[in-house]
């Protein structure tokens, strides 16, 4: 067949199909270039879910008349011009495509007036400038979409649909663009008004105003730096869990992006605190040197890519890993310091002293660490027992100990005196065997008692196998492991990691490996399945936490059957020491499968529960 050279117009609307999927995409297109105008104010209307109309005003810089004809021609751009602007882009918009593709789909009229301009201008596509009235800045409005690409009209949905993923859109942007004023009226309704957020008090408000005041009311604010990295914003604890993720926010300087490696690296810093199946909510900020990311990596921009992906991920991880950690019950974590603490001294708990202890050797050495662990006192001696809640590992049940029980009296004296000084309070009783009920300065605290212990017994087995070397065994039969060049490449550059983790590999081929050693604790695991996953995840993501999560779960799994059954009844010291551990734990506030540990009901609720007041 004869090759043709394809009409200019045909070109855009292929262009167009790139970018422009639905009215929500043109929406996007349209903010980015006026936020990249340096607007302040943008007022937004839409019709019939943005089919029929799309009108976006702002008040940037303008458009000179002579320019205008341009910012309708594809490649023309005033936010880049060599390849170095390209590669450190600091715009959210650069290709300048948006313009004739949209219109190349639809009907756009272009008006603006420059701020040193004593006139407007407005062009419609494919047709002469005229003079205007328009105060300083640019009105887009585009009518009909898709009015003449019939294939691409019949696959948008409903107006509410299409109007949904507008205005979804929309209160995007405005967690992005905290000085903006936005202001959206749909089919001639005014619908929101998110005012310019200049404090962090005001930025606060529009993160409610966009996420709603529960997140807001169950999230923690961080601020990290490291390197050329900086992160900040707010994350929902681990109880404030989403079945989607459509509550999660990210920005790199400023764009909004949906990258695999950042959710990868977010969620790993969830790991071990989310309940399955559940998704962490957030809103993000990740600010870096333009040039180490390359933010042409999508047509519609959605995705960027990483100089050092490696990099990122971990700082990532590690810091939402440190923040949770210092979530303990009873109490919120406060801000990161500036410089970020080693990974492996974030995940010890400072709490405990190490013990020389080797963990999954066999069962007899096992139940030694167990009886290790719950057999020292604590150094708060002042209120609990040597060996208090310590379960016996031949029965399974709590040992009991010769300690004097207050009678309610007595014990609601002494809460009211010392619950001051305790975020959970002083134990008032135990509630059918499973819950403890306590005092603090807020009102009741309810505890679950196997949910709180499992997590306190966990962090303790964690820490104590940060500390000391990983024991391995050499496998009787080398197994051999088929791999793609890449992995085997990728397994090649990082044996030292794997020998960290008891693993022992070898390449034995272009294409093969052998595993000579596996860790013990990792005995009755996959070693050729782990191995295989592990280094997928290395090549898609620029890191794993596979090997990571099989010793936690065997520990988990530890923990879990370490822990005080429900139908145990504890004394007020060894269920008051209880509390105390919980305050002083790492993510104490949820236990290993997510679940929270307690919950405390206010003063204000109890009262609302019995109409006092009214």
Not at 338 to 349: E, G, Q, T, Y
Not at 471 to 480: G, M
Not at 593 to 604: A, E, F, K, S
Request: hydrophobic content about 40%; proline content about 4%.
């Amino acid at each position: 067949m004869q090759i043709r050279k394809l009409p200019s117009q045909l070109i855009d609307q292929i262009a167009a199909g790139e970018v422009i999927e639905r009215p929500s995409s043109v929406v996007k297109e349209l903010l980015e270039n006026s936020i990249d105008a340096g607007a302040t104010e943008l007022d937004i209307d839409i019709e019939q879910g943005g089919i029929k109309l799309i009108r976006i005003r702002d008040n940037g810089g303008g458009i000179q008349k002579d320019d205008l004809p341009l910012a309708l021609e594809r490649h023309a751009t005033s936010k880049i011009r060599t390849l170095d602007d390209l590669e450190k882009v600091t715009t959210l918009g650069f290709r300048g495509e948006a313009l004739p593709s949209i219109a190349s789909v639809s009907r756009l009229r272009l008006t603006s007036r420059a701020t040193d301009a004593v006139h407007a201008w407005s062009i419609e596509y494919g047709a002469q400038a005229a003079p205007a009235s328009h105060p300083p800045g640019t009105t887009v409005e585009v009518r009909d979409l898709f009015f003449n690409v019939p294939a691409r009209r019949k696959f948008l949905r409903s107006e509410k649909t299409e109007f949904a993923h507008v205005h979804a859109l929309i209160r995007r942007f405005a967690l992005g663009c905290p000085g903006v004023q936005i202001r959206l009226q749909h089919n001639q309704r005014p619908l929101e008004w998110i005012k310019a957020a200049f404090d962090q008090e005001a930025m606060e408000r529009r993160v409610a105003e966009v996420c709603g005041s529960d997140f807001i009311g169950h999230c923690l604010y961080l601020e990290n730096q490291a390197a050329s990295l900086s992160l900040r914003g707010w994350i929902g604890l681990p109880t404030f869990s989403r079945s989607q993720n459509d509550l999660q926010h990210f920005y790199v300087n400023g764009r909004m992006v949906r990258d695999k490696l950042v959710s990868h690296a977010l969620r790993q810093g969830y790991n071990d605190v989310l309940f399955h199946g559940r998704h962490p909510a957030f809103v993000l900020y990740l600010d870096m040197d333009p040039s180490s990311v390359d933010v042409n990596a999508h047509p519609a921009k959605h995705e960027v890519r990483f100089r050092d992906s490696r990099l990122v991920h971990d700082f990532l991880f590690r810091t939402i890993h440190s923040v949770l950690a210092g979530a303990q019950a009873g109490r919120t974590a406060t801000p990161l310091p500036r410089v970020l603490k080693d990974a492996a001294a974030a995940d010890v708990n400072p709490s405990y002293p190490a013990q020389q202890v080797a963990l999954g050797l066999d069962a007899a050495q096992r139940l030694d660490s167990y009886r290790m662990l719950y057999g020292k006192g604590s150094r708060d001696s002042a209120r609990e027992t040597e060996g208090i809640y310590s379960p016996d590992m031949t029965t399974g049940k709590v040992n009991q100990h010769s300690v004097t029980t207050l009678s309610m009296p007595t014990a609601a004296g002494a809460v009211n005196e010392q619950s001051a000084v305790a975020p959970l309070g002083y134990a008032l009783a135990q509630l059918h065997g499973i819950y403890i009920l306590a005092q603090n300065e807020r009102g009741l605290v309810l505890v679950d008692m196997h949910a709180a212990h499992e997590r306190i017994t966990y962090e303790r087995l964690k820490a104590l196998y940060a500390q000391q070397a990983v024991h391995s065994q050499p496998l009787l039969i080398p197994a051999t492991l088929h791999v793609s060049v890449r992995e085997a490449d990728a397994a090649e550059s990082l044996l030292d990691e794997f020998r960290r983790f008891g693993l022992e590999l070898e390449r034995t081929g272009m294409e093969q490996l052998r595993i000579l050693q596996i860790p013990s604790l990792l005995k009755n695991a996959d070693a050729a399945q782990l191995v295989s996953d592990t280094l997928s995840d290395i090549i898609a993501n620029g890191g794993s936490g596979r090997l990571q999560d099989a010793y936690q779960e065997v520990l988990a799994g530890m923990a879990c059957h370490a822990s005080v059954r429900a139908n145990r009844q504890l004394t007020l010291e060894e269920m008051n020491a209880l509390l105390r551990d919980m305050e002083r734990t790492e993510r104490s506030g949820q236990c290993n499968h997510g679940r929270p540990t307690w919950v405390q009901l206010g003063i204000d609720q109890l009262d609302q529960l019995f109409l006092r007041g009214r």
